[in-house]
């Protein structure tokens, strides 16, 4: 009896070298792989044709795991390592006393051990996708788990081959009642798809806070060496550092990245150094502080203002996420040994050495930081902060420009401009208009808000609710990918949860204080994601709807003259021919005597192999094909050059049926290939809505120069 293929297939061929090259790595299906050495081609569902291992970690030496803790610092732990510049100072308490001092310290303490240590160090660390972190690598985690489907701001397509991915995690067998619950609500969908849009939004804003708080905090610390330094040259100073360090952005950092790490290591070595030092010369005992019984102290007798100071208490964690989202760079017990071994004792030491300063000198609460460093190390220091908040600053851009980059890759975001800053390493991308967006609202919140408290009202507000989006989220994993006991995951996110949320009230308590910030910066990258989204649904509808049928695309290629050369059609469609084949043929009259019609995938995995990239088929008639292409959110997209032309005819020459189709190929590939791309117009009804009545779907054609001939338009 034939074997069928499931309902969900699409039958593709590859070459007998192509299948006994897999069938080295997997012992299924002998049945089919019986004949592959004596026909010339094997016919095989998406199911059958790639079954790889899965990636296994690689193994580091206790050396190397130490080197890469030294580079996380520079990359990963500056925006948490600079908060003693700006925690304390933004705390408004009327006539402080020394149980309020300690009170503080308590709760920083405990958010820095519960929050960084345990929930980041040690849970949320685990949680990665084949060694990538951050929030799309939990959403894509969880969609490798989930059948997603339905009409969602992220394009859907799931095929069965996909779990052979070599980056696909294997899918438990195990019965689970969340995920049962999840793969038939499309609502919980669309919950979860949108909480991981809304966190990667919260996170651009970020990128515009960072530099904005830690650049002045830095600054700010040249007031106390004059009296007629007011606080409107601070801000002028401070905008003047955020403009050079935005427009040096477009040489990358692969030049000055190497300082990073020295000068992070210094930075945590001084300011260790000097909480030590005051916490010998003005309260030994600080660290008492670590008895919890100081927070209800605090609590009980400051009632509603110490819960309003929770939104400058929770400053201390800002860029603990950033241990998670930069994980791909490292590993993760490199992460773990730095912030365990360096920056966590470092920061412990720093914010004790503050309280005990302040302790004595509660009038000098404002200026913390600078006014508790000893005199013969106040240039130095001043030098070395400034240097560590352009580092920290830096770290967050070039997070945003990675967003960027992956919400086009998975197709919920438009395509700007990504230039690559780097040759050795290919995450270092540029973006020319995402940075000066960032510049022009960074420097507007500087200036707006004069180096205000508003400014780590909205920094924090950022920073609680990406917080509360990953616990969410990894509480989901928690249930579906590790299945933990049910109980162990409800104490897990009810601990975090809230704590979290416990600080999130108190920043939306003062959302009119600067809060709104990240709001309306959410809103704006929302609104962009949901229009492209929303329009390129219409566009995918509009193709379904009016595909060419069999017997017309047979008389397109029967009835037009062939012109030599290859002819790439773009569409969104897998199966089909889209409607823009006929306006090709009618705007120039030809067809070439090559067609393929290009399909790209972005699978919910960081990469796919070089091999699974390509999976291509013969249509009805001789020189026409479907590839489908396939890229995971992390891999470089690039189809319209001559190195893909190149692989595409080489796959295409692998399930070539006789010599005569090999030499057609290489033919066509010599005359030149056209590209052919649809366009999308949306426009409004006489109501102000858009509807699928009132859309107007144009095409046009765009080609690319190969092989030295330009395609005939």
Known sequence: MEHQPPADDVVVQVSAAAVAAI????????????????VCRARRTFSHSYKMEHRKPLDFTWLQIGVLSYQSLGIVYGDLGTSPLYVFSSVKLPNPGEDDFLGILSLILWTLTLIGLIKYTFI????????????????????????FKGSMPMPVTRLASDINLKFHSKKSKLPSKMRDFLEKSTLAQAVIT?????????????GALTPAISVLSAVQGIQTRSDRITQEHVVILSVIILIILFVCER?????????????????????????LYNIIKYYPSVLKAWNPIYIITFFSRNKKAAWEELGAVVLCITGAEAMFADLGHFNKSSIQLA????????????????????????????????????????????????????V?????????????????????????????????????????EVNYFLMI?????????????????????????????TTALMSVNMVIVWQWHILLVALCFGVFFSIEG??????????????WVPFVITAFFLSITTSWTYGRRKKNEYEAANLVDRQEFLKIVTMSSKVPGICIFCTDLMNGIPPIVRHYVRHTGSIREVTVFVTVRILPVTFVLPEERFLVDKLDHVGVYRCILQYGYMDKHNIDDDDFVVLVVASLKEIADNNDETLLLDSAFTNGTTFVFGRTILKMGTDETVSSASLLITFTDSCKRTSGRTCPV
């Open 251 to 275: 040489f990358g950092t692969s030049k000055v990245s190497f300082a990073f790490s020295p000068i992070m290591l210094l930075w945590f070595v001084f300011v260790a150094f000097i909480g």
């Open 441 to 469: 609202v960074c420097i507007l919140i500087t200036i707006g808000f004069e180096g205000g408290p508003q400014i780590g009202q909205a920094f924090g507000t950022v920073v609680i609710f990406v917080m509360l989006f």
């Open 194 to 206: 949108y909480m991981v849009l809304c966190a990667t939004s919260m996170v651009m804003g970020d």
């Open 23 to 38: 069938d080295e790595r997997s012992s299924t299906n002998d049945e089919d792989d019986a004949g592959a050495g004596d």
């Open 502 to 515: 416990i600080y999130m009230t108190s920043l939306l308590y003062k959302v009119l204080q600067g809060g």
């Open 339 to 390: 912030y365990s071994a360096i920056v966590y004792p470092s920061m412990i030491l720093a914010y004790a050495g503050q309280a005990a300063f302040l302790i004595k000198n509660p009038s000098m609460l404002s200026t913390t930081f600078y006014s508790s460093t000893p005199e013969p190390l106040f240039w130095p220091m001043f030098i070395i902060a400034t240097l560590a908040a352009i």
């Open 392 to 432: 920290a600053s830096q770290a967050l851009i070039s997070a945003s420009f990675s967003i960027i980059r992956q919400s086009i890759a998975l197709g919920c975001f438009p395509r700007v401009t990504m230039k690559h800053t780097s040759e050795k390493y290919e995450g270092q991308v540029y973006s020319p």
């Open 124 to 147: 949320v660390l685990r949680a990665d996708d084949h060694g990538e972190g951050g929030t799309f690598a939990l959403y894509s985690l969880l969609r490798q788990h989930v059948n």
